[in-house]
């Protein structure tokens, strides 16, 4: 699987050995650097838990150990509109 720009990746230690706490990571680029067969240089965001950005980085992963990301996103609700008047007639 190659990644591309907007994936959001679960980066663990089975992508690379340095990821021993999973992270988040939404691409910008993959590079086009050679490499070892199976491996390619990432750019992008590392995420919080609700899908911020809190750092930019490059990483070297192995593409078999990536694996989808999943961002929490909170439910929105519509504001109740009281005290608007309501024509009638």
Excluded: C
């Excluded at 995420?47 to 929105?76: K, M, T």
């Amino acid at each position: 699987m190659l990644p591309r720009t907007g994936d959001v990746l679960r980066v663990t230690k089975a992508a690379s050995v340095q990821f021993t706490q999973p992270m988040l990571f939404r691409v910008i680029r993959v590079h086009d650097w050679q490499t070892y067969d199976g491996w390619a240089w990432l750019d992008g965001y590392q995420l919080n838990a609700a899908g911020d950005a809190v750092e930019r980085r490059s990483i070297f992963v192995q593409l078999q150990g990536l694996q989808p990301g999943f961002v929490a996103r909170p439910q929105r609700t519509t504001p109740a509109r009281a005290g608007v008047p309501v024509a009638v007639g």
